[in-house]
């Protein structure tokens, strides 16, 4: 018999983690996207865009968890794991380059001074990082947790 391992794609900590990502990823999404000057910027538009993929992956792997959790039909295959385990890392790799790089264009950007970003700005541009840092931080953890079950299959 195959070991239940918490987070693991299929289980009900699978979905708060993808849930988690899916409101952190949509809120970092947001948050940027209510400047229209965010497109100034490189990192910006590289967080604007990773998010936008992490979005839709979080949200259907939630809802897959969710069949999953109420149906009480475990997807194991090696192949589907496997495919879950390379997306996840992926994104949660390319939604950490995109955390780091916003934070520090922000930095950046706080301290050359006002005329570059104001403060109501320079705030909404941290808040998105810090969503995408969160948002990283749930997917790492479930690439982790997946990666653990992979070898008992």
Request: glycine share 4%; charged share 5%; aromatic share 14%.
């Amino acid at each position: 018999m195959m070991e239940q391992v918490p987070g693991a794609l299929g289980t009900s900590a699978s979905l708060a983690l993808r849930l988690g990502q899916t409101i952190f990823s949509s809120a970092s999404l947001l948050f940027m996207c209510l400047d229209v000057e965010f497109y100034n910027y490189t990192s910006f538009s590289y967080l604007v865009t990773v998010m936008a993929l992490v979005t839709p992956w979080s949200v259907s792997l939630a809802l897959i968890d969710a069949y999953s959790v109420f149906i009480k039909c475990l997807p194991r295959q090696p192949r589907v794991l496997l495919i879950v385990i390379v997306g996840d890392w992926a994104l949660s790799f390319l939604s950490l380059a995109a955390a780091c790089s916003t934070a520090s264009v922000t930095s950046l950007l706080v301290n050359v001074g006002t005329p570059y970003c104001w403060s109501k700005l320079c705030s909404r541009y941290q808040f998105s990082a810090a969503m995408a840092f969160l948002s990283w931080f749930l997917s790492f953890a479930s690439t982790l947790f997946n990666l653990w079950l992979l070898p008992s299959l």
